[in-house]
């Protein structure tokens, strides 16, 4: 995989305690509703969160159904503004799986398991780790199309107006990231998107601009692009960090064991690619064959 944008900042992986406290009483992403311009993510968290999403596509393309499943997970960071006060950014450090499975655009934890084991979690996060939760993930393993699958639906706006609601007003800023597994793996790049929700009372200025701060004037298109909810939330620029230490172990892997990625180039290379051939190349098997050309 490729990542759009990899910083290397050691500054990311340190903070000072007593200016996060100041940051978390002040609260300035209540007062301003696109306060936060970026979110970074490390490298531990983002394998941990692409191999679970990746494991839903594999669980389902093998079960009866033989559709992609859908999966949810919390994240642990921090507001940080050490990209500078013009760049206030949500750092994730780390990613916790969810026992949450579904279908197309429905992911929901609300059942009474799922509310125990997030509990439980949060409880053992506090007596080991001075970071919180500070938002979800979940994955859209939607068959692969000219856009990418990273959008908010209404299900997804809705938990995410929720937890911000829940988390925001107490120092905790929280973000909400879709990832798009099949794209990922077809492009070979990281297809992973953060998002905030607007609170009901906020209006766009312009009725036709949607997450990133565009303006698209054609309806299909734009719902193409971002679903129903359009209006409804903005998109989060998506980095990732990593140490310099950490850069200078990846840049001598990579120049020992370049082979690795040479095998893995292309869809053959890869599961889904393989098993899933059949199935596409019958589709236009049969399409030929009712219009009479085969």
Not at 34 to 59: E, N
Not at 149 to 156: E, N, P
Request: hydrophobic share 35%.
């Amino acid at each position: 995989f490729t990542a759009p944008l990899l910083l290397m900042s050691d500054d990311l992986y340190k903070f000072d305690e007593e200016e996060l406290k100041k940051l978390r009483a002040a609260k300035p992403w209540c007062n301003e509703v696109k306060y936060f311009k970026s979110v970074s993510f490390t490298p531990g968290a983002t394998i941990k969160i692409m191999a679970h999403c990746q494991s839903g596509v594999t669980k389902g393309l093998s079960s009866p159904s033989g559709k992609p499943i859908e999966v949810m997970g919390l994240m642990t960071g921090r507001p940080s503004l050490a990209l500078g006060a013009d760049n206030p950014t949500i750092v994730i450090t780390n990613a916790y799986p969810l026992p949450i499975e579904g279908f197309e655009t429905r992911v929901v934890a609300d059942d009474a398991e799922v509310i125990n084991y997030m509990i439980r979690l949060g409880e053992m996060l506090e007596e080991t780790s001075k970071e919180k939760f500070c938002g979800w993930y979940h994955s859209h393993p939607f068959d692969v199309g000219l856009n990418s699958h990273c959008y908010f639906s209404s299900t997804d706006l809705s938990t995410q107006l929720h937890w911000q609601r829940s988390e925001d007003g107490h120092g905790n800023p929280w973000v909400g990231v879709v990832v798009d597994p099949m794209r990922s793996v077809s492009k070979g790049t990281l297809e992973v998107s953060g998002f905030r929700a607007f609170p009901p009372e906020y209006s766009n200025d312009d009725p036709n601009e949607c997450p990133d701060g565009k303006i698209v004037k054609d309806n299909t298109e734009r719902l193409g692009l971002w679903g129903v909810c359009y209006n409804r939330y903005y998109k989060l620029d998506t980095q990732y960090h990593m140490s310099s230490l950490s850069a200078l172990v990846m840049g001598n892997l990579n120049k020992e064991y370049k082979w690795i990625s040479t095998l893995c180039q292309g869809r053959a290379g890869n599961a889904d690619g393989r098993e899933r051939l059949g199935e596409r190349l019958g589709g236009v098997r049969d399409g030929m064959a009712s219009k009479g050309r085969v």
